[in-house]
């Protein structure tokens, strides 16, 4: 009898221990946050993914009564960044806005990658995506894919497409597009999209693949041929523009897209409140505008749903780089 009361006493403090934690997360969460907030962000600041970055975590900021700081950690190709975010405390003060190289891209790329991205991190929400676009200089006999694809076919190996640089999404982009129409172009990497896009102006390159925003204005001035968009819906902020998945292509779909990733251990309530609130955040009309103006589409998935969507983006570019052969150690 002692034995089956001690057990029956050990039993209840148990149960008390563990209402009492299941009530202080709860009343943690309710709390949060009480000191201030980083998103790190791993690229240098004021392009697209700081921008984002910076429109949302202004907006929290404001909602929470804390700092919500921006935190540029740029190097190795979005690495340092992720890196630091994974190896954070995991108690809801440090965020990773993240692209696909830090979490679809670059464990497929190189042999050593200091995270795991399916281990290390907790998605949040996929914020927002932007589509990819095919451009042409003017001067290419090719006024949509079709006539591309025909135009490769009949001078195989002899047109080039100028990317950011090599097992970038862009490059991966076009890999994607060889293979499912059956050509062979010439990859010439670049050190970034704008020193690309003087040449493929100037007709040196004739094809360059480019973030929707990045070459707007010089397709708006005839400057250079937009023949596709790559994302498999039609872009709202250019919806004149037709599909790879339209043009003959199913199922094509690359983007550059933006989501939030908190390290992995972080209290599940936590990542509820967050996802609540930049979901929130996603619906002001200011914040749309801003981040439209990236030529972005907004999304704001559930964790769960963010996670099956970078599971997906995974092994689509593990396919695409095992495929083209691309290494980068």
Not at 22 to 35: E, L, R
Not at 291 to 298: M, R
Request: aromatic residues 6%.
């Amino acid at each position: 009898m002692r034995k089956l009361s001690s057990t029956m006493k050990l039993t209840e403090i148990l149960l008390r221990l563990i209402a009492f934690l299941a009530c202080s997360s709860q009343i943690f969460a309710q709390a949060y946050p009480t000191k201030p907030v980083r998103i790190i962000v791993p690229y240098s600041a004021g392009g697209g993914t700081d921008i984002v970055a910076r429109a949302v975590g202004q907006k929290l900021a404001d909602a929470w009564g804390q700092p919500v700081i921006v935190d540029n950690r740029a190097g190795a190709s979005g690495m340092i960044g992720a890196e630091a975010v994974a190896k954070a405390p995991a108690d809801g003060t440090t965020f990773l806005m993240a692209t696909p190289p830090e979490v679809a891209v670059n464990h497929h790329l190189f042999s050593k990658v200091s995270y795991n991205p399916e281990r290390d991190f907790a998605p949040i929400t996929l914020v927002a995506v932007t589509p990819l676009v095919i451009a042409a200089y003017p001067g290419v006999p090719a006024r949509n894919i079709q006539e591309l694809v025909a135009l490769a076919k009949a001078k195989p190996g002899t047109l080039g497409f100028a990317t950011p640089g090599t097992g970038s999404t862009q490059h991966l982009s076009g890999e994607m597009l060889m293979a499912a129409a059956g050509i062979r172009l010439v990859h010439i990497p670049y050190k970034g999209a704008g020193q690309s896009i003087p040449d493929v102006i100037g007709g040196q390159v004739p094809l360059g693949i480019y973030g929707l925003l990045t070459i707007s204005q010089h397709a708006k001035a005839g400057r250079m041929r937009v023949l596709a968009v790559t994302t498999l819906k039609r872009s709202s902020a250019a919806p004149e523009l037709p599909t790879l998945a339209e043009s003959g292509f199913p199922g094509f779909d690359t983007s550059l897209w933006f989501g939030l990733l908190a390290p992995a251990a972080t209290p599940r309530d936590i990542v509820g409140k967050v996802h609540g609130e930049v979901v929130r955040v996603l619906k002001l009309r200011d914040v749309q505008e801003r981040i439209a103006s990236q030529g972005a589409d907004i999304v704001g998935s559930s964790p769960d749903e963010f996670a099956a969507f970078i599971a997906a983006e995974s092994a689509k570019y593990a396919l695409i780089i095992k495929q083209a052969g691309v290494k980068l150690d």
